[in-house]
């Protein structure tokens, strides 16, 4: 399951994604982001879908690893699905025994829900798929910009939220790391029952905290001596500009955005009664 979490990780690849200006890969998925939760049907939502197959289909990057990033939050889908098909009472009752009852417009609720989610957790990771921390601080630096003409200095932020994506992955690897020398001493991490488990976890997670303010000393010490001192007199080493890709994003951004509300408007609000337009 560790090895499974891939938020974080950069997929260096020539590509139509990756040569676009970060900036404009910010505000498309930002954008995305906005349209799916403004999606109120299923047609809206496909359309969504259909999206997000393009966009990681001309990103090159393997279905498999995508797919690979949404095992570690199967079980927060699988939690929001159960309790929408437990308290959601719309439609045509399926199965009543008991006191369990299942209705369909439970059943399209809880697909509707976990859909929603497994796009905004698979368009959030294509934008660090496709990439580099350095280039998303300079695009997110460019972006505030504007802000430090009324005192507000972004940089610092930015600069933390990069830092923090940048060692997602080394910290995977160092948990991996401890697991493999614990569970050779004896250690069991997958026996027992839940109270079991998480004392088995001390032995885990002490050496990772330690561990980890040992590499945030390092780090402070390399940048000092380096003579960072935020983003004052920044430079960088690739100027940002926009290219035709980023005028096509732009269009694409727009066209997605028209379309979902075209969608929404026309194919009517989804419910639990309703469901492309037709009543269960």
């Known amino acids: 399951m560790i090895k499974d979490i891939?938020?974080?990780?950069?997929?260096?690849?020539h590509s139509f994604v990756h040569k676009m200006d970060p900036r404009m890969k910010l505000l498309f998925v930002t954008s995305f982001i906005v349209m799916v939760f403004l999606s109120n049907n299923f047609i809206s939502l496909g359309f969504c879908l259909l999206v997000t197959a393009f966009v990681i289909a001309i990103s090159k990057i393997p279905l498999k690893t995508v797919?690979?990033?949404?095992?570690?939050?199967?079980l927060i889908i699988a939690i929001t699905s159960i309790l929408q098909i437990a308290y959601n009472e719309g439609g045509i009752v399926l199965v009543d025994i008991w006191r369990i009852k299942i209705t369909s417009g439970g059943v399209l609720t809880a697909v509707f829900m976990a859909l929603r989610i497994s796009l905004l957790i698979v368009m959030s990771t294509m934008l660090t798929y496709t990439t580099s921390p350095t280039s998303l601080t300079n695009g997110l630096d460019r972006i505030f910009a504007p802000f430090k003409k009324i005192g507000l200095d972004f940089h610092t932020i930015t600069m933390i939220m990069t830092i923090a994506l940048r060692f997602i992955p080394t910290l995977i690897e160092e948990v991996d790391k401890i697991m493999s020398a614990q569970k050779s001493r004896g250690a069991n991490f997958e026996q027992g029952n839940i109270i079991k488990r998480a004392k088995a976890l001390i032995p885990l997670f002490i050496p990772l905290l330690f561990n980890s303010i040992r590499r945030a000393y390092e780090l402070a010490n390399a940048m000092t001596c380096r003579c960072y001192n935020g983003g004052q007199g920044k430079t960088t080493m690739n100027a940002l500009k926009f290219s035709y890709r980023d005028y096509i994003a732009l269009g694409s951004v727009a066209g997605v955005i028209a379309?979902?509300?075209?969608?929404?408007?026309?194919?009517?609000?989804?419910?639990a009664e309703f469901t492309f337009g037709i009543t269960v």
Not at 6 to 13: E, I, N, S, V
Not at 259 to 271: A, D, K, P, T
Request: a positive charge.
């Open 67 to 74: 797919l690979k990033g949404l095992r570690p939050i199967i």
């Open 6 to 13: 891939t938020l974080g990780q950069y997929f260096p690849m």
């Open 259 to 271: 379309s979902v509300i075209l969608l929404n408007i026309y194919c009517g609000e989804y419910n």
